[in-house]
């Protein structure tokens, strides 16, 4: 088949390099947006463009001598971190490694026509890379939003969800980001729940290279794609729980994101998980018994007006969001799973 990413819809964009323009509608939407330019003004993405000896002086300027943790996989890989053909494992391996020597083999590897596939993500910077933040800071009023950065080379992570709203920025090599909304969950044959490759359940379909025989309904799937190709000093909005494969270019590419929004009481992903235990495998007039439940006190139309015809003292656990209702909660559920 003709290549799928060449031929999917480009993600809307924006001129970003005056960051007033991006507003808080935009932070708070549920489509994605290419912020092009928006850390334009970096010192970080000024050394990008410079190559990678010069980026790699750059970061050991802020070194804190902490350990990260690696991917690290075979030339025979190509870059893409995956399961193992038997599904045994993963073609990689997980370690720790310092900044310096990493810095080196990507350096060593620079000219490399198959060179191994590293890769360190989601190192936040006050914990690894103390002055980042001040040297590079975030033009837009993101609340609580930690810096990671991303180190590697030419590698790809397949197409995974997140649970917040997220910001990328590329400062070293290049990004592209392949995006399919959230209800293409069906259509992407994610992977095993419980084992993944760094938290999130991963689309078992190589997007480059997609097998429609095997994997038939990821045509429908590719017709909702997004692309966005970006740049030192580009960045992407990406709203929470949409779906990405994420490939990165170059022989040392950095890129920073700000993760926010998180939900008070966490993830909902265990709550699936527990579904899977107790609704899925009922009988099926209890299971669309259990639906309506979930119908009218979680996804109906105004599912707060649930507990209405109760006094606002009696509402307990169906009254509305605070912290005395999230301890509750968590006091319930820890009862019932005796924890």
Known sequence: MTDPVAQAKRVAEMDASDPARVTTDILAGDRPMVLRGLAGAWPSVAVGRQGPDATAAYLRRFDSGRPMGIFAGPPSIGGRFFYRDDMQGFNFDRGQVLLGPLLDALLAEADSPTPPALYAGANAAPDHFPGWMQDNPLPLAIPAATPRLWLGNATRVSTHYDMSANIAVVVAGRRRFAIFPPDQVG???VGPLETTMAGQPSSMVDLEHPDLDRYPQFAAAL?????AELEPGDALFMPPL???D???SGPLNVLVNYW???REGGSAFPALIHALLTVRDLPPAERQAVKAWFDHYVFGDDPAAAGAHLPPHARGILGPPTLER???IQGFLKRTFGG
């Open 260 to 262: 926010w929004g998180e």
């Open 326 to 328: 999230t301890g509750m």
């Open 242 to 244: 949409w779906w990405h």
């Open 223 to 227: 017709a909702t794609m997004q692309v």
């Open 187 to 189: 259509n992407l044959y």
């Open 246 to 248: 994420v490939r990165a």
